[in-house]
């Protein structure tokens, strides 16, 4: 079964600061990988997502994510962090020795700091 | 354009009750699902219905929970009857593609908390 791991739990960056998430998964084949966020109180939202092609993807609120599968890792980064980016991220990969299931990391809870 | 719609957004029981959830989806979207994220952990899928039919309930505890879709657009998740383990936020979501390599739109949840 795939897998997918964000080693951060909890991250806090000053506001303007740069910000980088970072994410592995466990998968044969190429897969799809996706990134949501969770604002307190709101449903999941996706922020981008990578099939093939380019592996730098980008997303929407000025987030994206690179692709490295000699590292089997989907960061995803942001040069300048705003308060309103407080939230909580999940990486999100398709199991399809699960029916294309979509298996979501434990999350990233991210505070910014004034 | 609306959104995925829930209800009620919390609720209160004690064990051994029940509760029922509440679900409409995006108009138009023929796949929808049924999350449950407990507190500190990224969501899990309880069951996916394409249309009317069910795709994946594998992770779905049927001894006390059950959904349906009828008519194929809006649904019910029911747990009768509840343990504590059950508190969680239960989230709904719908997308256009059954793959699930589209975007899934989720509803902002509903709060359980099991006495």
């Known amino acids: 079964a795939q897998s997918v791991t964000q080693p951060d739990i909890h991250i806090t960056v000053s506001e303007g600061a740069s910000l980088e998430l970072r994410c592995n998964y466990s998968y044969g084949a190429t897969p799809y990988l996706f990134w949501y966020v969770q604002s307190p109180g709101q449903g999941l939202q996706l922020l981008l997502k990578?099939?093939?092609?380019?592996?730098l993807v980008q997303g929407i609120k000025g987030f994206e994510a690179e692709f490295k599968r000699s590292q089997s890792s989907f960061n995803l980064r942001k040069p300048s962090v705003h308060w309103s980016d407080a939230a909580e991220y999940f990486c999100?990969?398709?199991?399809?020795?699960?029916?294309?299931?979509?298996?979501f990391g434990q999350g990233t809870e991210l505070s910014v700091k004034p | 354009e609306a959104g995925v719609a829930q209800s009620p957004r919390y609720k209160i029981i004690e064990k051994r009750q029940s509760v029922a959830f509440w679900c409409n989806p995006i108009s138009g979207h023929a796949t929808l699902y049924w999350y449950q994220q407990i507190l500190g952990q990224g969501p899990k899928l309880l069951i996916q219905?394409?249309?009317?039919?069910?795709?994946?309930d594998s992770q779905l505890p049927k001894d006390r929970f059950s959904a349906e879709r009828l008519k194929g657009v809006d649904s019910t998740l029911k747990i009768q009857p509840a343990k504590l383990e059950d508190s969680a936020v239960y989230l709904c979501a719908s997308s256009w593609d059954r793959t699930n390599t589209g975007e899934l739109f989720f509803g902002e949840g509903s709060r359980l908390t099991v006495l």
């Open positions: 999100t990969v398709v199991d399809y020795n699960q029916g294309g299931k979509l298996i």
């Open positions: 219905f394409q249309n009317n039919g069910v795709v994946d």
């Open positions: 990578y099939f093939s092609g380019d592996t």
